[in-house]
């Protein structure tokens, strides 16, 4: 296949170009570098099955050549307001991404007769009343939270995505991304993984969010990204959740986190800066993806935590 990626500089983008090219396929690669990083996809440059394009998917996105699917990818998705890029601080560029690029996208799966998939996430279920979040669940959201304009794009874009799917009969999937985290995330955007284990490897206090009570359920990016292939290569049209299922609250996390860094500092518990809308708990029941995907993680936490922890060691300078 002929493939476009949306968000290929990204943290997941890059790792599904590397995983399409060792399947066999040809990637044209896109991004705006908004929040991605180019040094993701260096050692990419001169692969013979490779290419890229510069471009804001929220304008209309014109590729010469021929496509069988094309992966929309490209958003804002860290939700700190600390980071500048955080969604909270990049706004209207994420709903851009969520609504015009989606329409975009479809438009150019729908010129190409492609397979399409959108990357939406486990926050269209906002903070969840159901536990764990099947697809089934239509979610708690509240529209103008700070974290909408995020969720809101995500909900507006499977819903064109369905509509591309039902009106044009485009070969439409979406892909529901639980929290997932691995080499390639960007040191500073804010969410925990990258904020942990930078304050874990520099030896200070670990900075929890509230109690740490609240829970979410880690998945490495190998697994994800085999998970995404699958539903990729399938004929499922609808939602599938994919994530790691196993539950940990932000406490327990900090706690592995210390140990496996070998950081004696501790954590300090800081008061929410999420405001409200935090998820208290978020785990994905994926049983509809080892029923029709075959699929489930293999890695857990703390050897995905072993295999990432070099990479942020390499960024901060710490042999
Ligand atoms: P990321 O920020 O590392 O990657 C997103 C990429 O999209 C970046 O390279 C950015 O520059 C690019 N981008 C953003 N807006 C763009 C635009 N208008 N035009 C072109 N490129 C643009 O984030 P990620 O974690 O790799 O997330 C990738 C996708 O997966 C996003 O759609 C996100 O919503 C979704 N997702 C990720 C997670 C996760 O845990 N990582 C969870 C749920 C959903
Ligand atoms: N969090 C935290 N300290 C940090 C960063 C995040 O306690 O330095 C918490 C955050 O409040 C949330 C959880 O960790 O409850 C996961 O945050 P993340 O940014 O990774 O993404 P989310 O799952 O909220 O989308």
Redesign the pocket.
């Known amino acids: 296949m002929r493939i476009l990626i949306t968000g290929a500089a990204g943290f997941l983008g890059s790792h599904l170009c590397d995983k399409l090219l060792d399947e066999g396929h040809s990637v044209v690669g896109m991004d705006n570098f908004i929040t991605g990083n180019p040094d993701n996809l260096a050692h990419l440059a001169g692969h013979e099955r490779f290419s890229f394009i510069r471009h804001d998917v929220s304008n209309f996105i014109f590729v010469p050549g021929k496509l069988d699917a094309v992966l929309h990818f490209a958003s804002p998705a ?3 307001p600390n980071s500048p890029y955080g969604y909270v601080n990049l706004p209207i560029q994420t709903m851009k991404a969520g609504a015009l690029g989606t329409h975009n996208t479809l438009g150019v799966a729908r010129a190409h007769d492609a397979r399409f998939m959108l990357a939406s996430t486990s ?1 269209i279920y906002g903070d969840p009343l159901e536990h764990p979040q099947k697809e089934s669940y239509w979610g708690h959201v509240n529209p103008i939270g700070l974290r909408s304009v995020y969720d809101e794009a995500k909900r507006f874009a499977e819903a064109l995505t369905m509509a591309y799917h039902r009106f044009h009969g485009i070969n439409t999937c979406i892909v529901r991304i639980f ?1 997932t985290y691995g080499p390639r995330m960007r040191i500073d955007d ?4 990258p ?2 284990l930078s304050q874990g490897l520099k030896g200070e206090r670990l ?4 109690d ?1 009570s ?1 829970t ?1 359920s880690f998945c490495y990016v190998d697994d994800l990204i085999n998970g995404i292939y699958k539903l990729l290569i399938s004929s499922i049209h609808d939602p599938v959740n994919i994530g790691n299922p196993s539950e940990i609250s ?1 406490l327990e996390f900090a706690k592995i986190i210390n140990r496996l860094t070998s950081n004696n500092a501790g954590y300090e518990l800081k008061p ?3 405001g409200e809308g ?2 208290q708990r ?1 785990r994905p029941d994926i049983s509809r993806a080892r029923e029709i995907l075959n699929w489930e993680p293999e890695i857990d936490v703390e050897d995905g935590l072993e295999k990432t922890i070099p990479y942020f060691k390499e960024k901060l300078g710490i042999p």
């Open positions: 860290s939700p700190n926050e929290n804010g969410r925990v993984v904020n942990f900075s929890i969010f509230g740490g609240q979410r932000i929410q800066q999420r935090d998820p978020r």
